[in-house]
T-cell receptor
Framework: DAKTTQPNSMESNEEEPVHLPCNHS???????IHWYRQLPSQGPEYVIH???SNVNNRMASLAIAEDRKSSTLILHRATLRDAAVYYC?????????????FGTGTLLAVQP | DAGVTQSPTHLIKTRGQHVTLRCSPI?????VSWYQQVLGQGPQFIFQ???????GRGNFPDRFSARQFPNYSSELNVNALLLGDSALYLC?????????????FGNGTRLTVT
């Protein structure tokens, strides 16, 4: 399974944009890029996923580099509720399962 | 709409005992997956079931087993508990078993083995 590299922690101020980076230099052409987050004392929560093109949804935006070796999760206006561990995960397209291989993620702290 | 529900929320067992954890998926979801999360680490894949058939198994010993019922609910069983089995056990459901189908997680069962 292709691996991802994320910073251990980041800090942001409330109501400012947050850019969470993820490196995946060994990504294959058929790997999807997924982002999940885990708030304290809760299970992981789906945020967004994409293959090649940038993606937007109500929670966030996903910017994928042209060579797909890196991606960035963008929270447009951080709130205190966005404080969580953010996981960047690759999963193979066309596989028999949608299992996820989690790393240790990025712990995002949001300051008021 | 009800999310993924897991029971019990907390459980304390003794080494050598057996435990059964239960999961009810979101209505309409046919795939259920189980993950183990040790403190300070990301969740680790244990099993996936789709339409009552096992679709994937992680690197866990045979003491771990699971099944999915006709109503798509699922059980995770762990025999001969070890101290190292203490963890948060997460269940996730999805509509399909394909990579484009996001997982929806429950809040887990916290298992403590003493």
């Amino acid at each position: 399974d292709a691996k991802t590299t994320q910073p251990n922690s980041m800090e942001s101020n409330e109501e400012e944009p947050v850019h969470l980076p993820c490196n995946h230099s060994t990504i294959s052409g058929t790997d999807y890029i997924h982002w999940y987050r885990q708030l304290p004392s809760q299970g992981p929560e789906y945020v967004i996923h994409g293959l090649t093109s940038n993606v937007n949804n109500r929670m966030a935006s996903l910017a994928i580099a042209e060579d797909r070796k890196s991606s960035t999760l963008i929270l447009h206006r951080a709130t205190l509720r966005d404080a969580a561990v953010y996981y960047c995960i690759l999963s193979a397209y066309g596989g028999a399962t949608n299992k996820l291989i989690f790393g240790t993620g990025t712990l995002l702290a949001v300051q008021p | 709409d009800a999310g993924v529900t897991q029971s019990p929320t907390h459980l304390i067992k003794t080494r050598g005992q057996h435990v059964t954890l239960r999961c009810s998926p979101i209505s309409g979801h046919k795939s259920v997956s189980w993950y183990q999360q040790v403190l300070g680490q990301g969740p680790q894949f244990i099993f996936q079931y789709y339409e009552k058939e096992e679709r994937g198994r992680g690197n866990f010993p045979d003491r771990f087993s699971a099944r999915q019922f006709p109503n798509y609910s699922s059980e995770l069983n762990v025999n001969a508990l070890l101290l190292g089995d203490s963890a948060l056990y997460l269940c996730a459901s999805s509509f399909r078993d394909r990579e484009s189908s996001p997982l929806h997680f429950g809040n887990g069962t916290r298992l403590t083995v003493t």
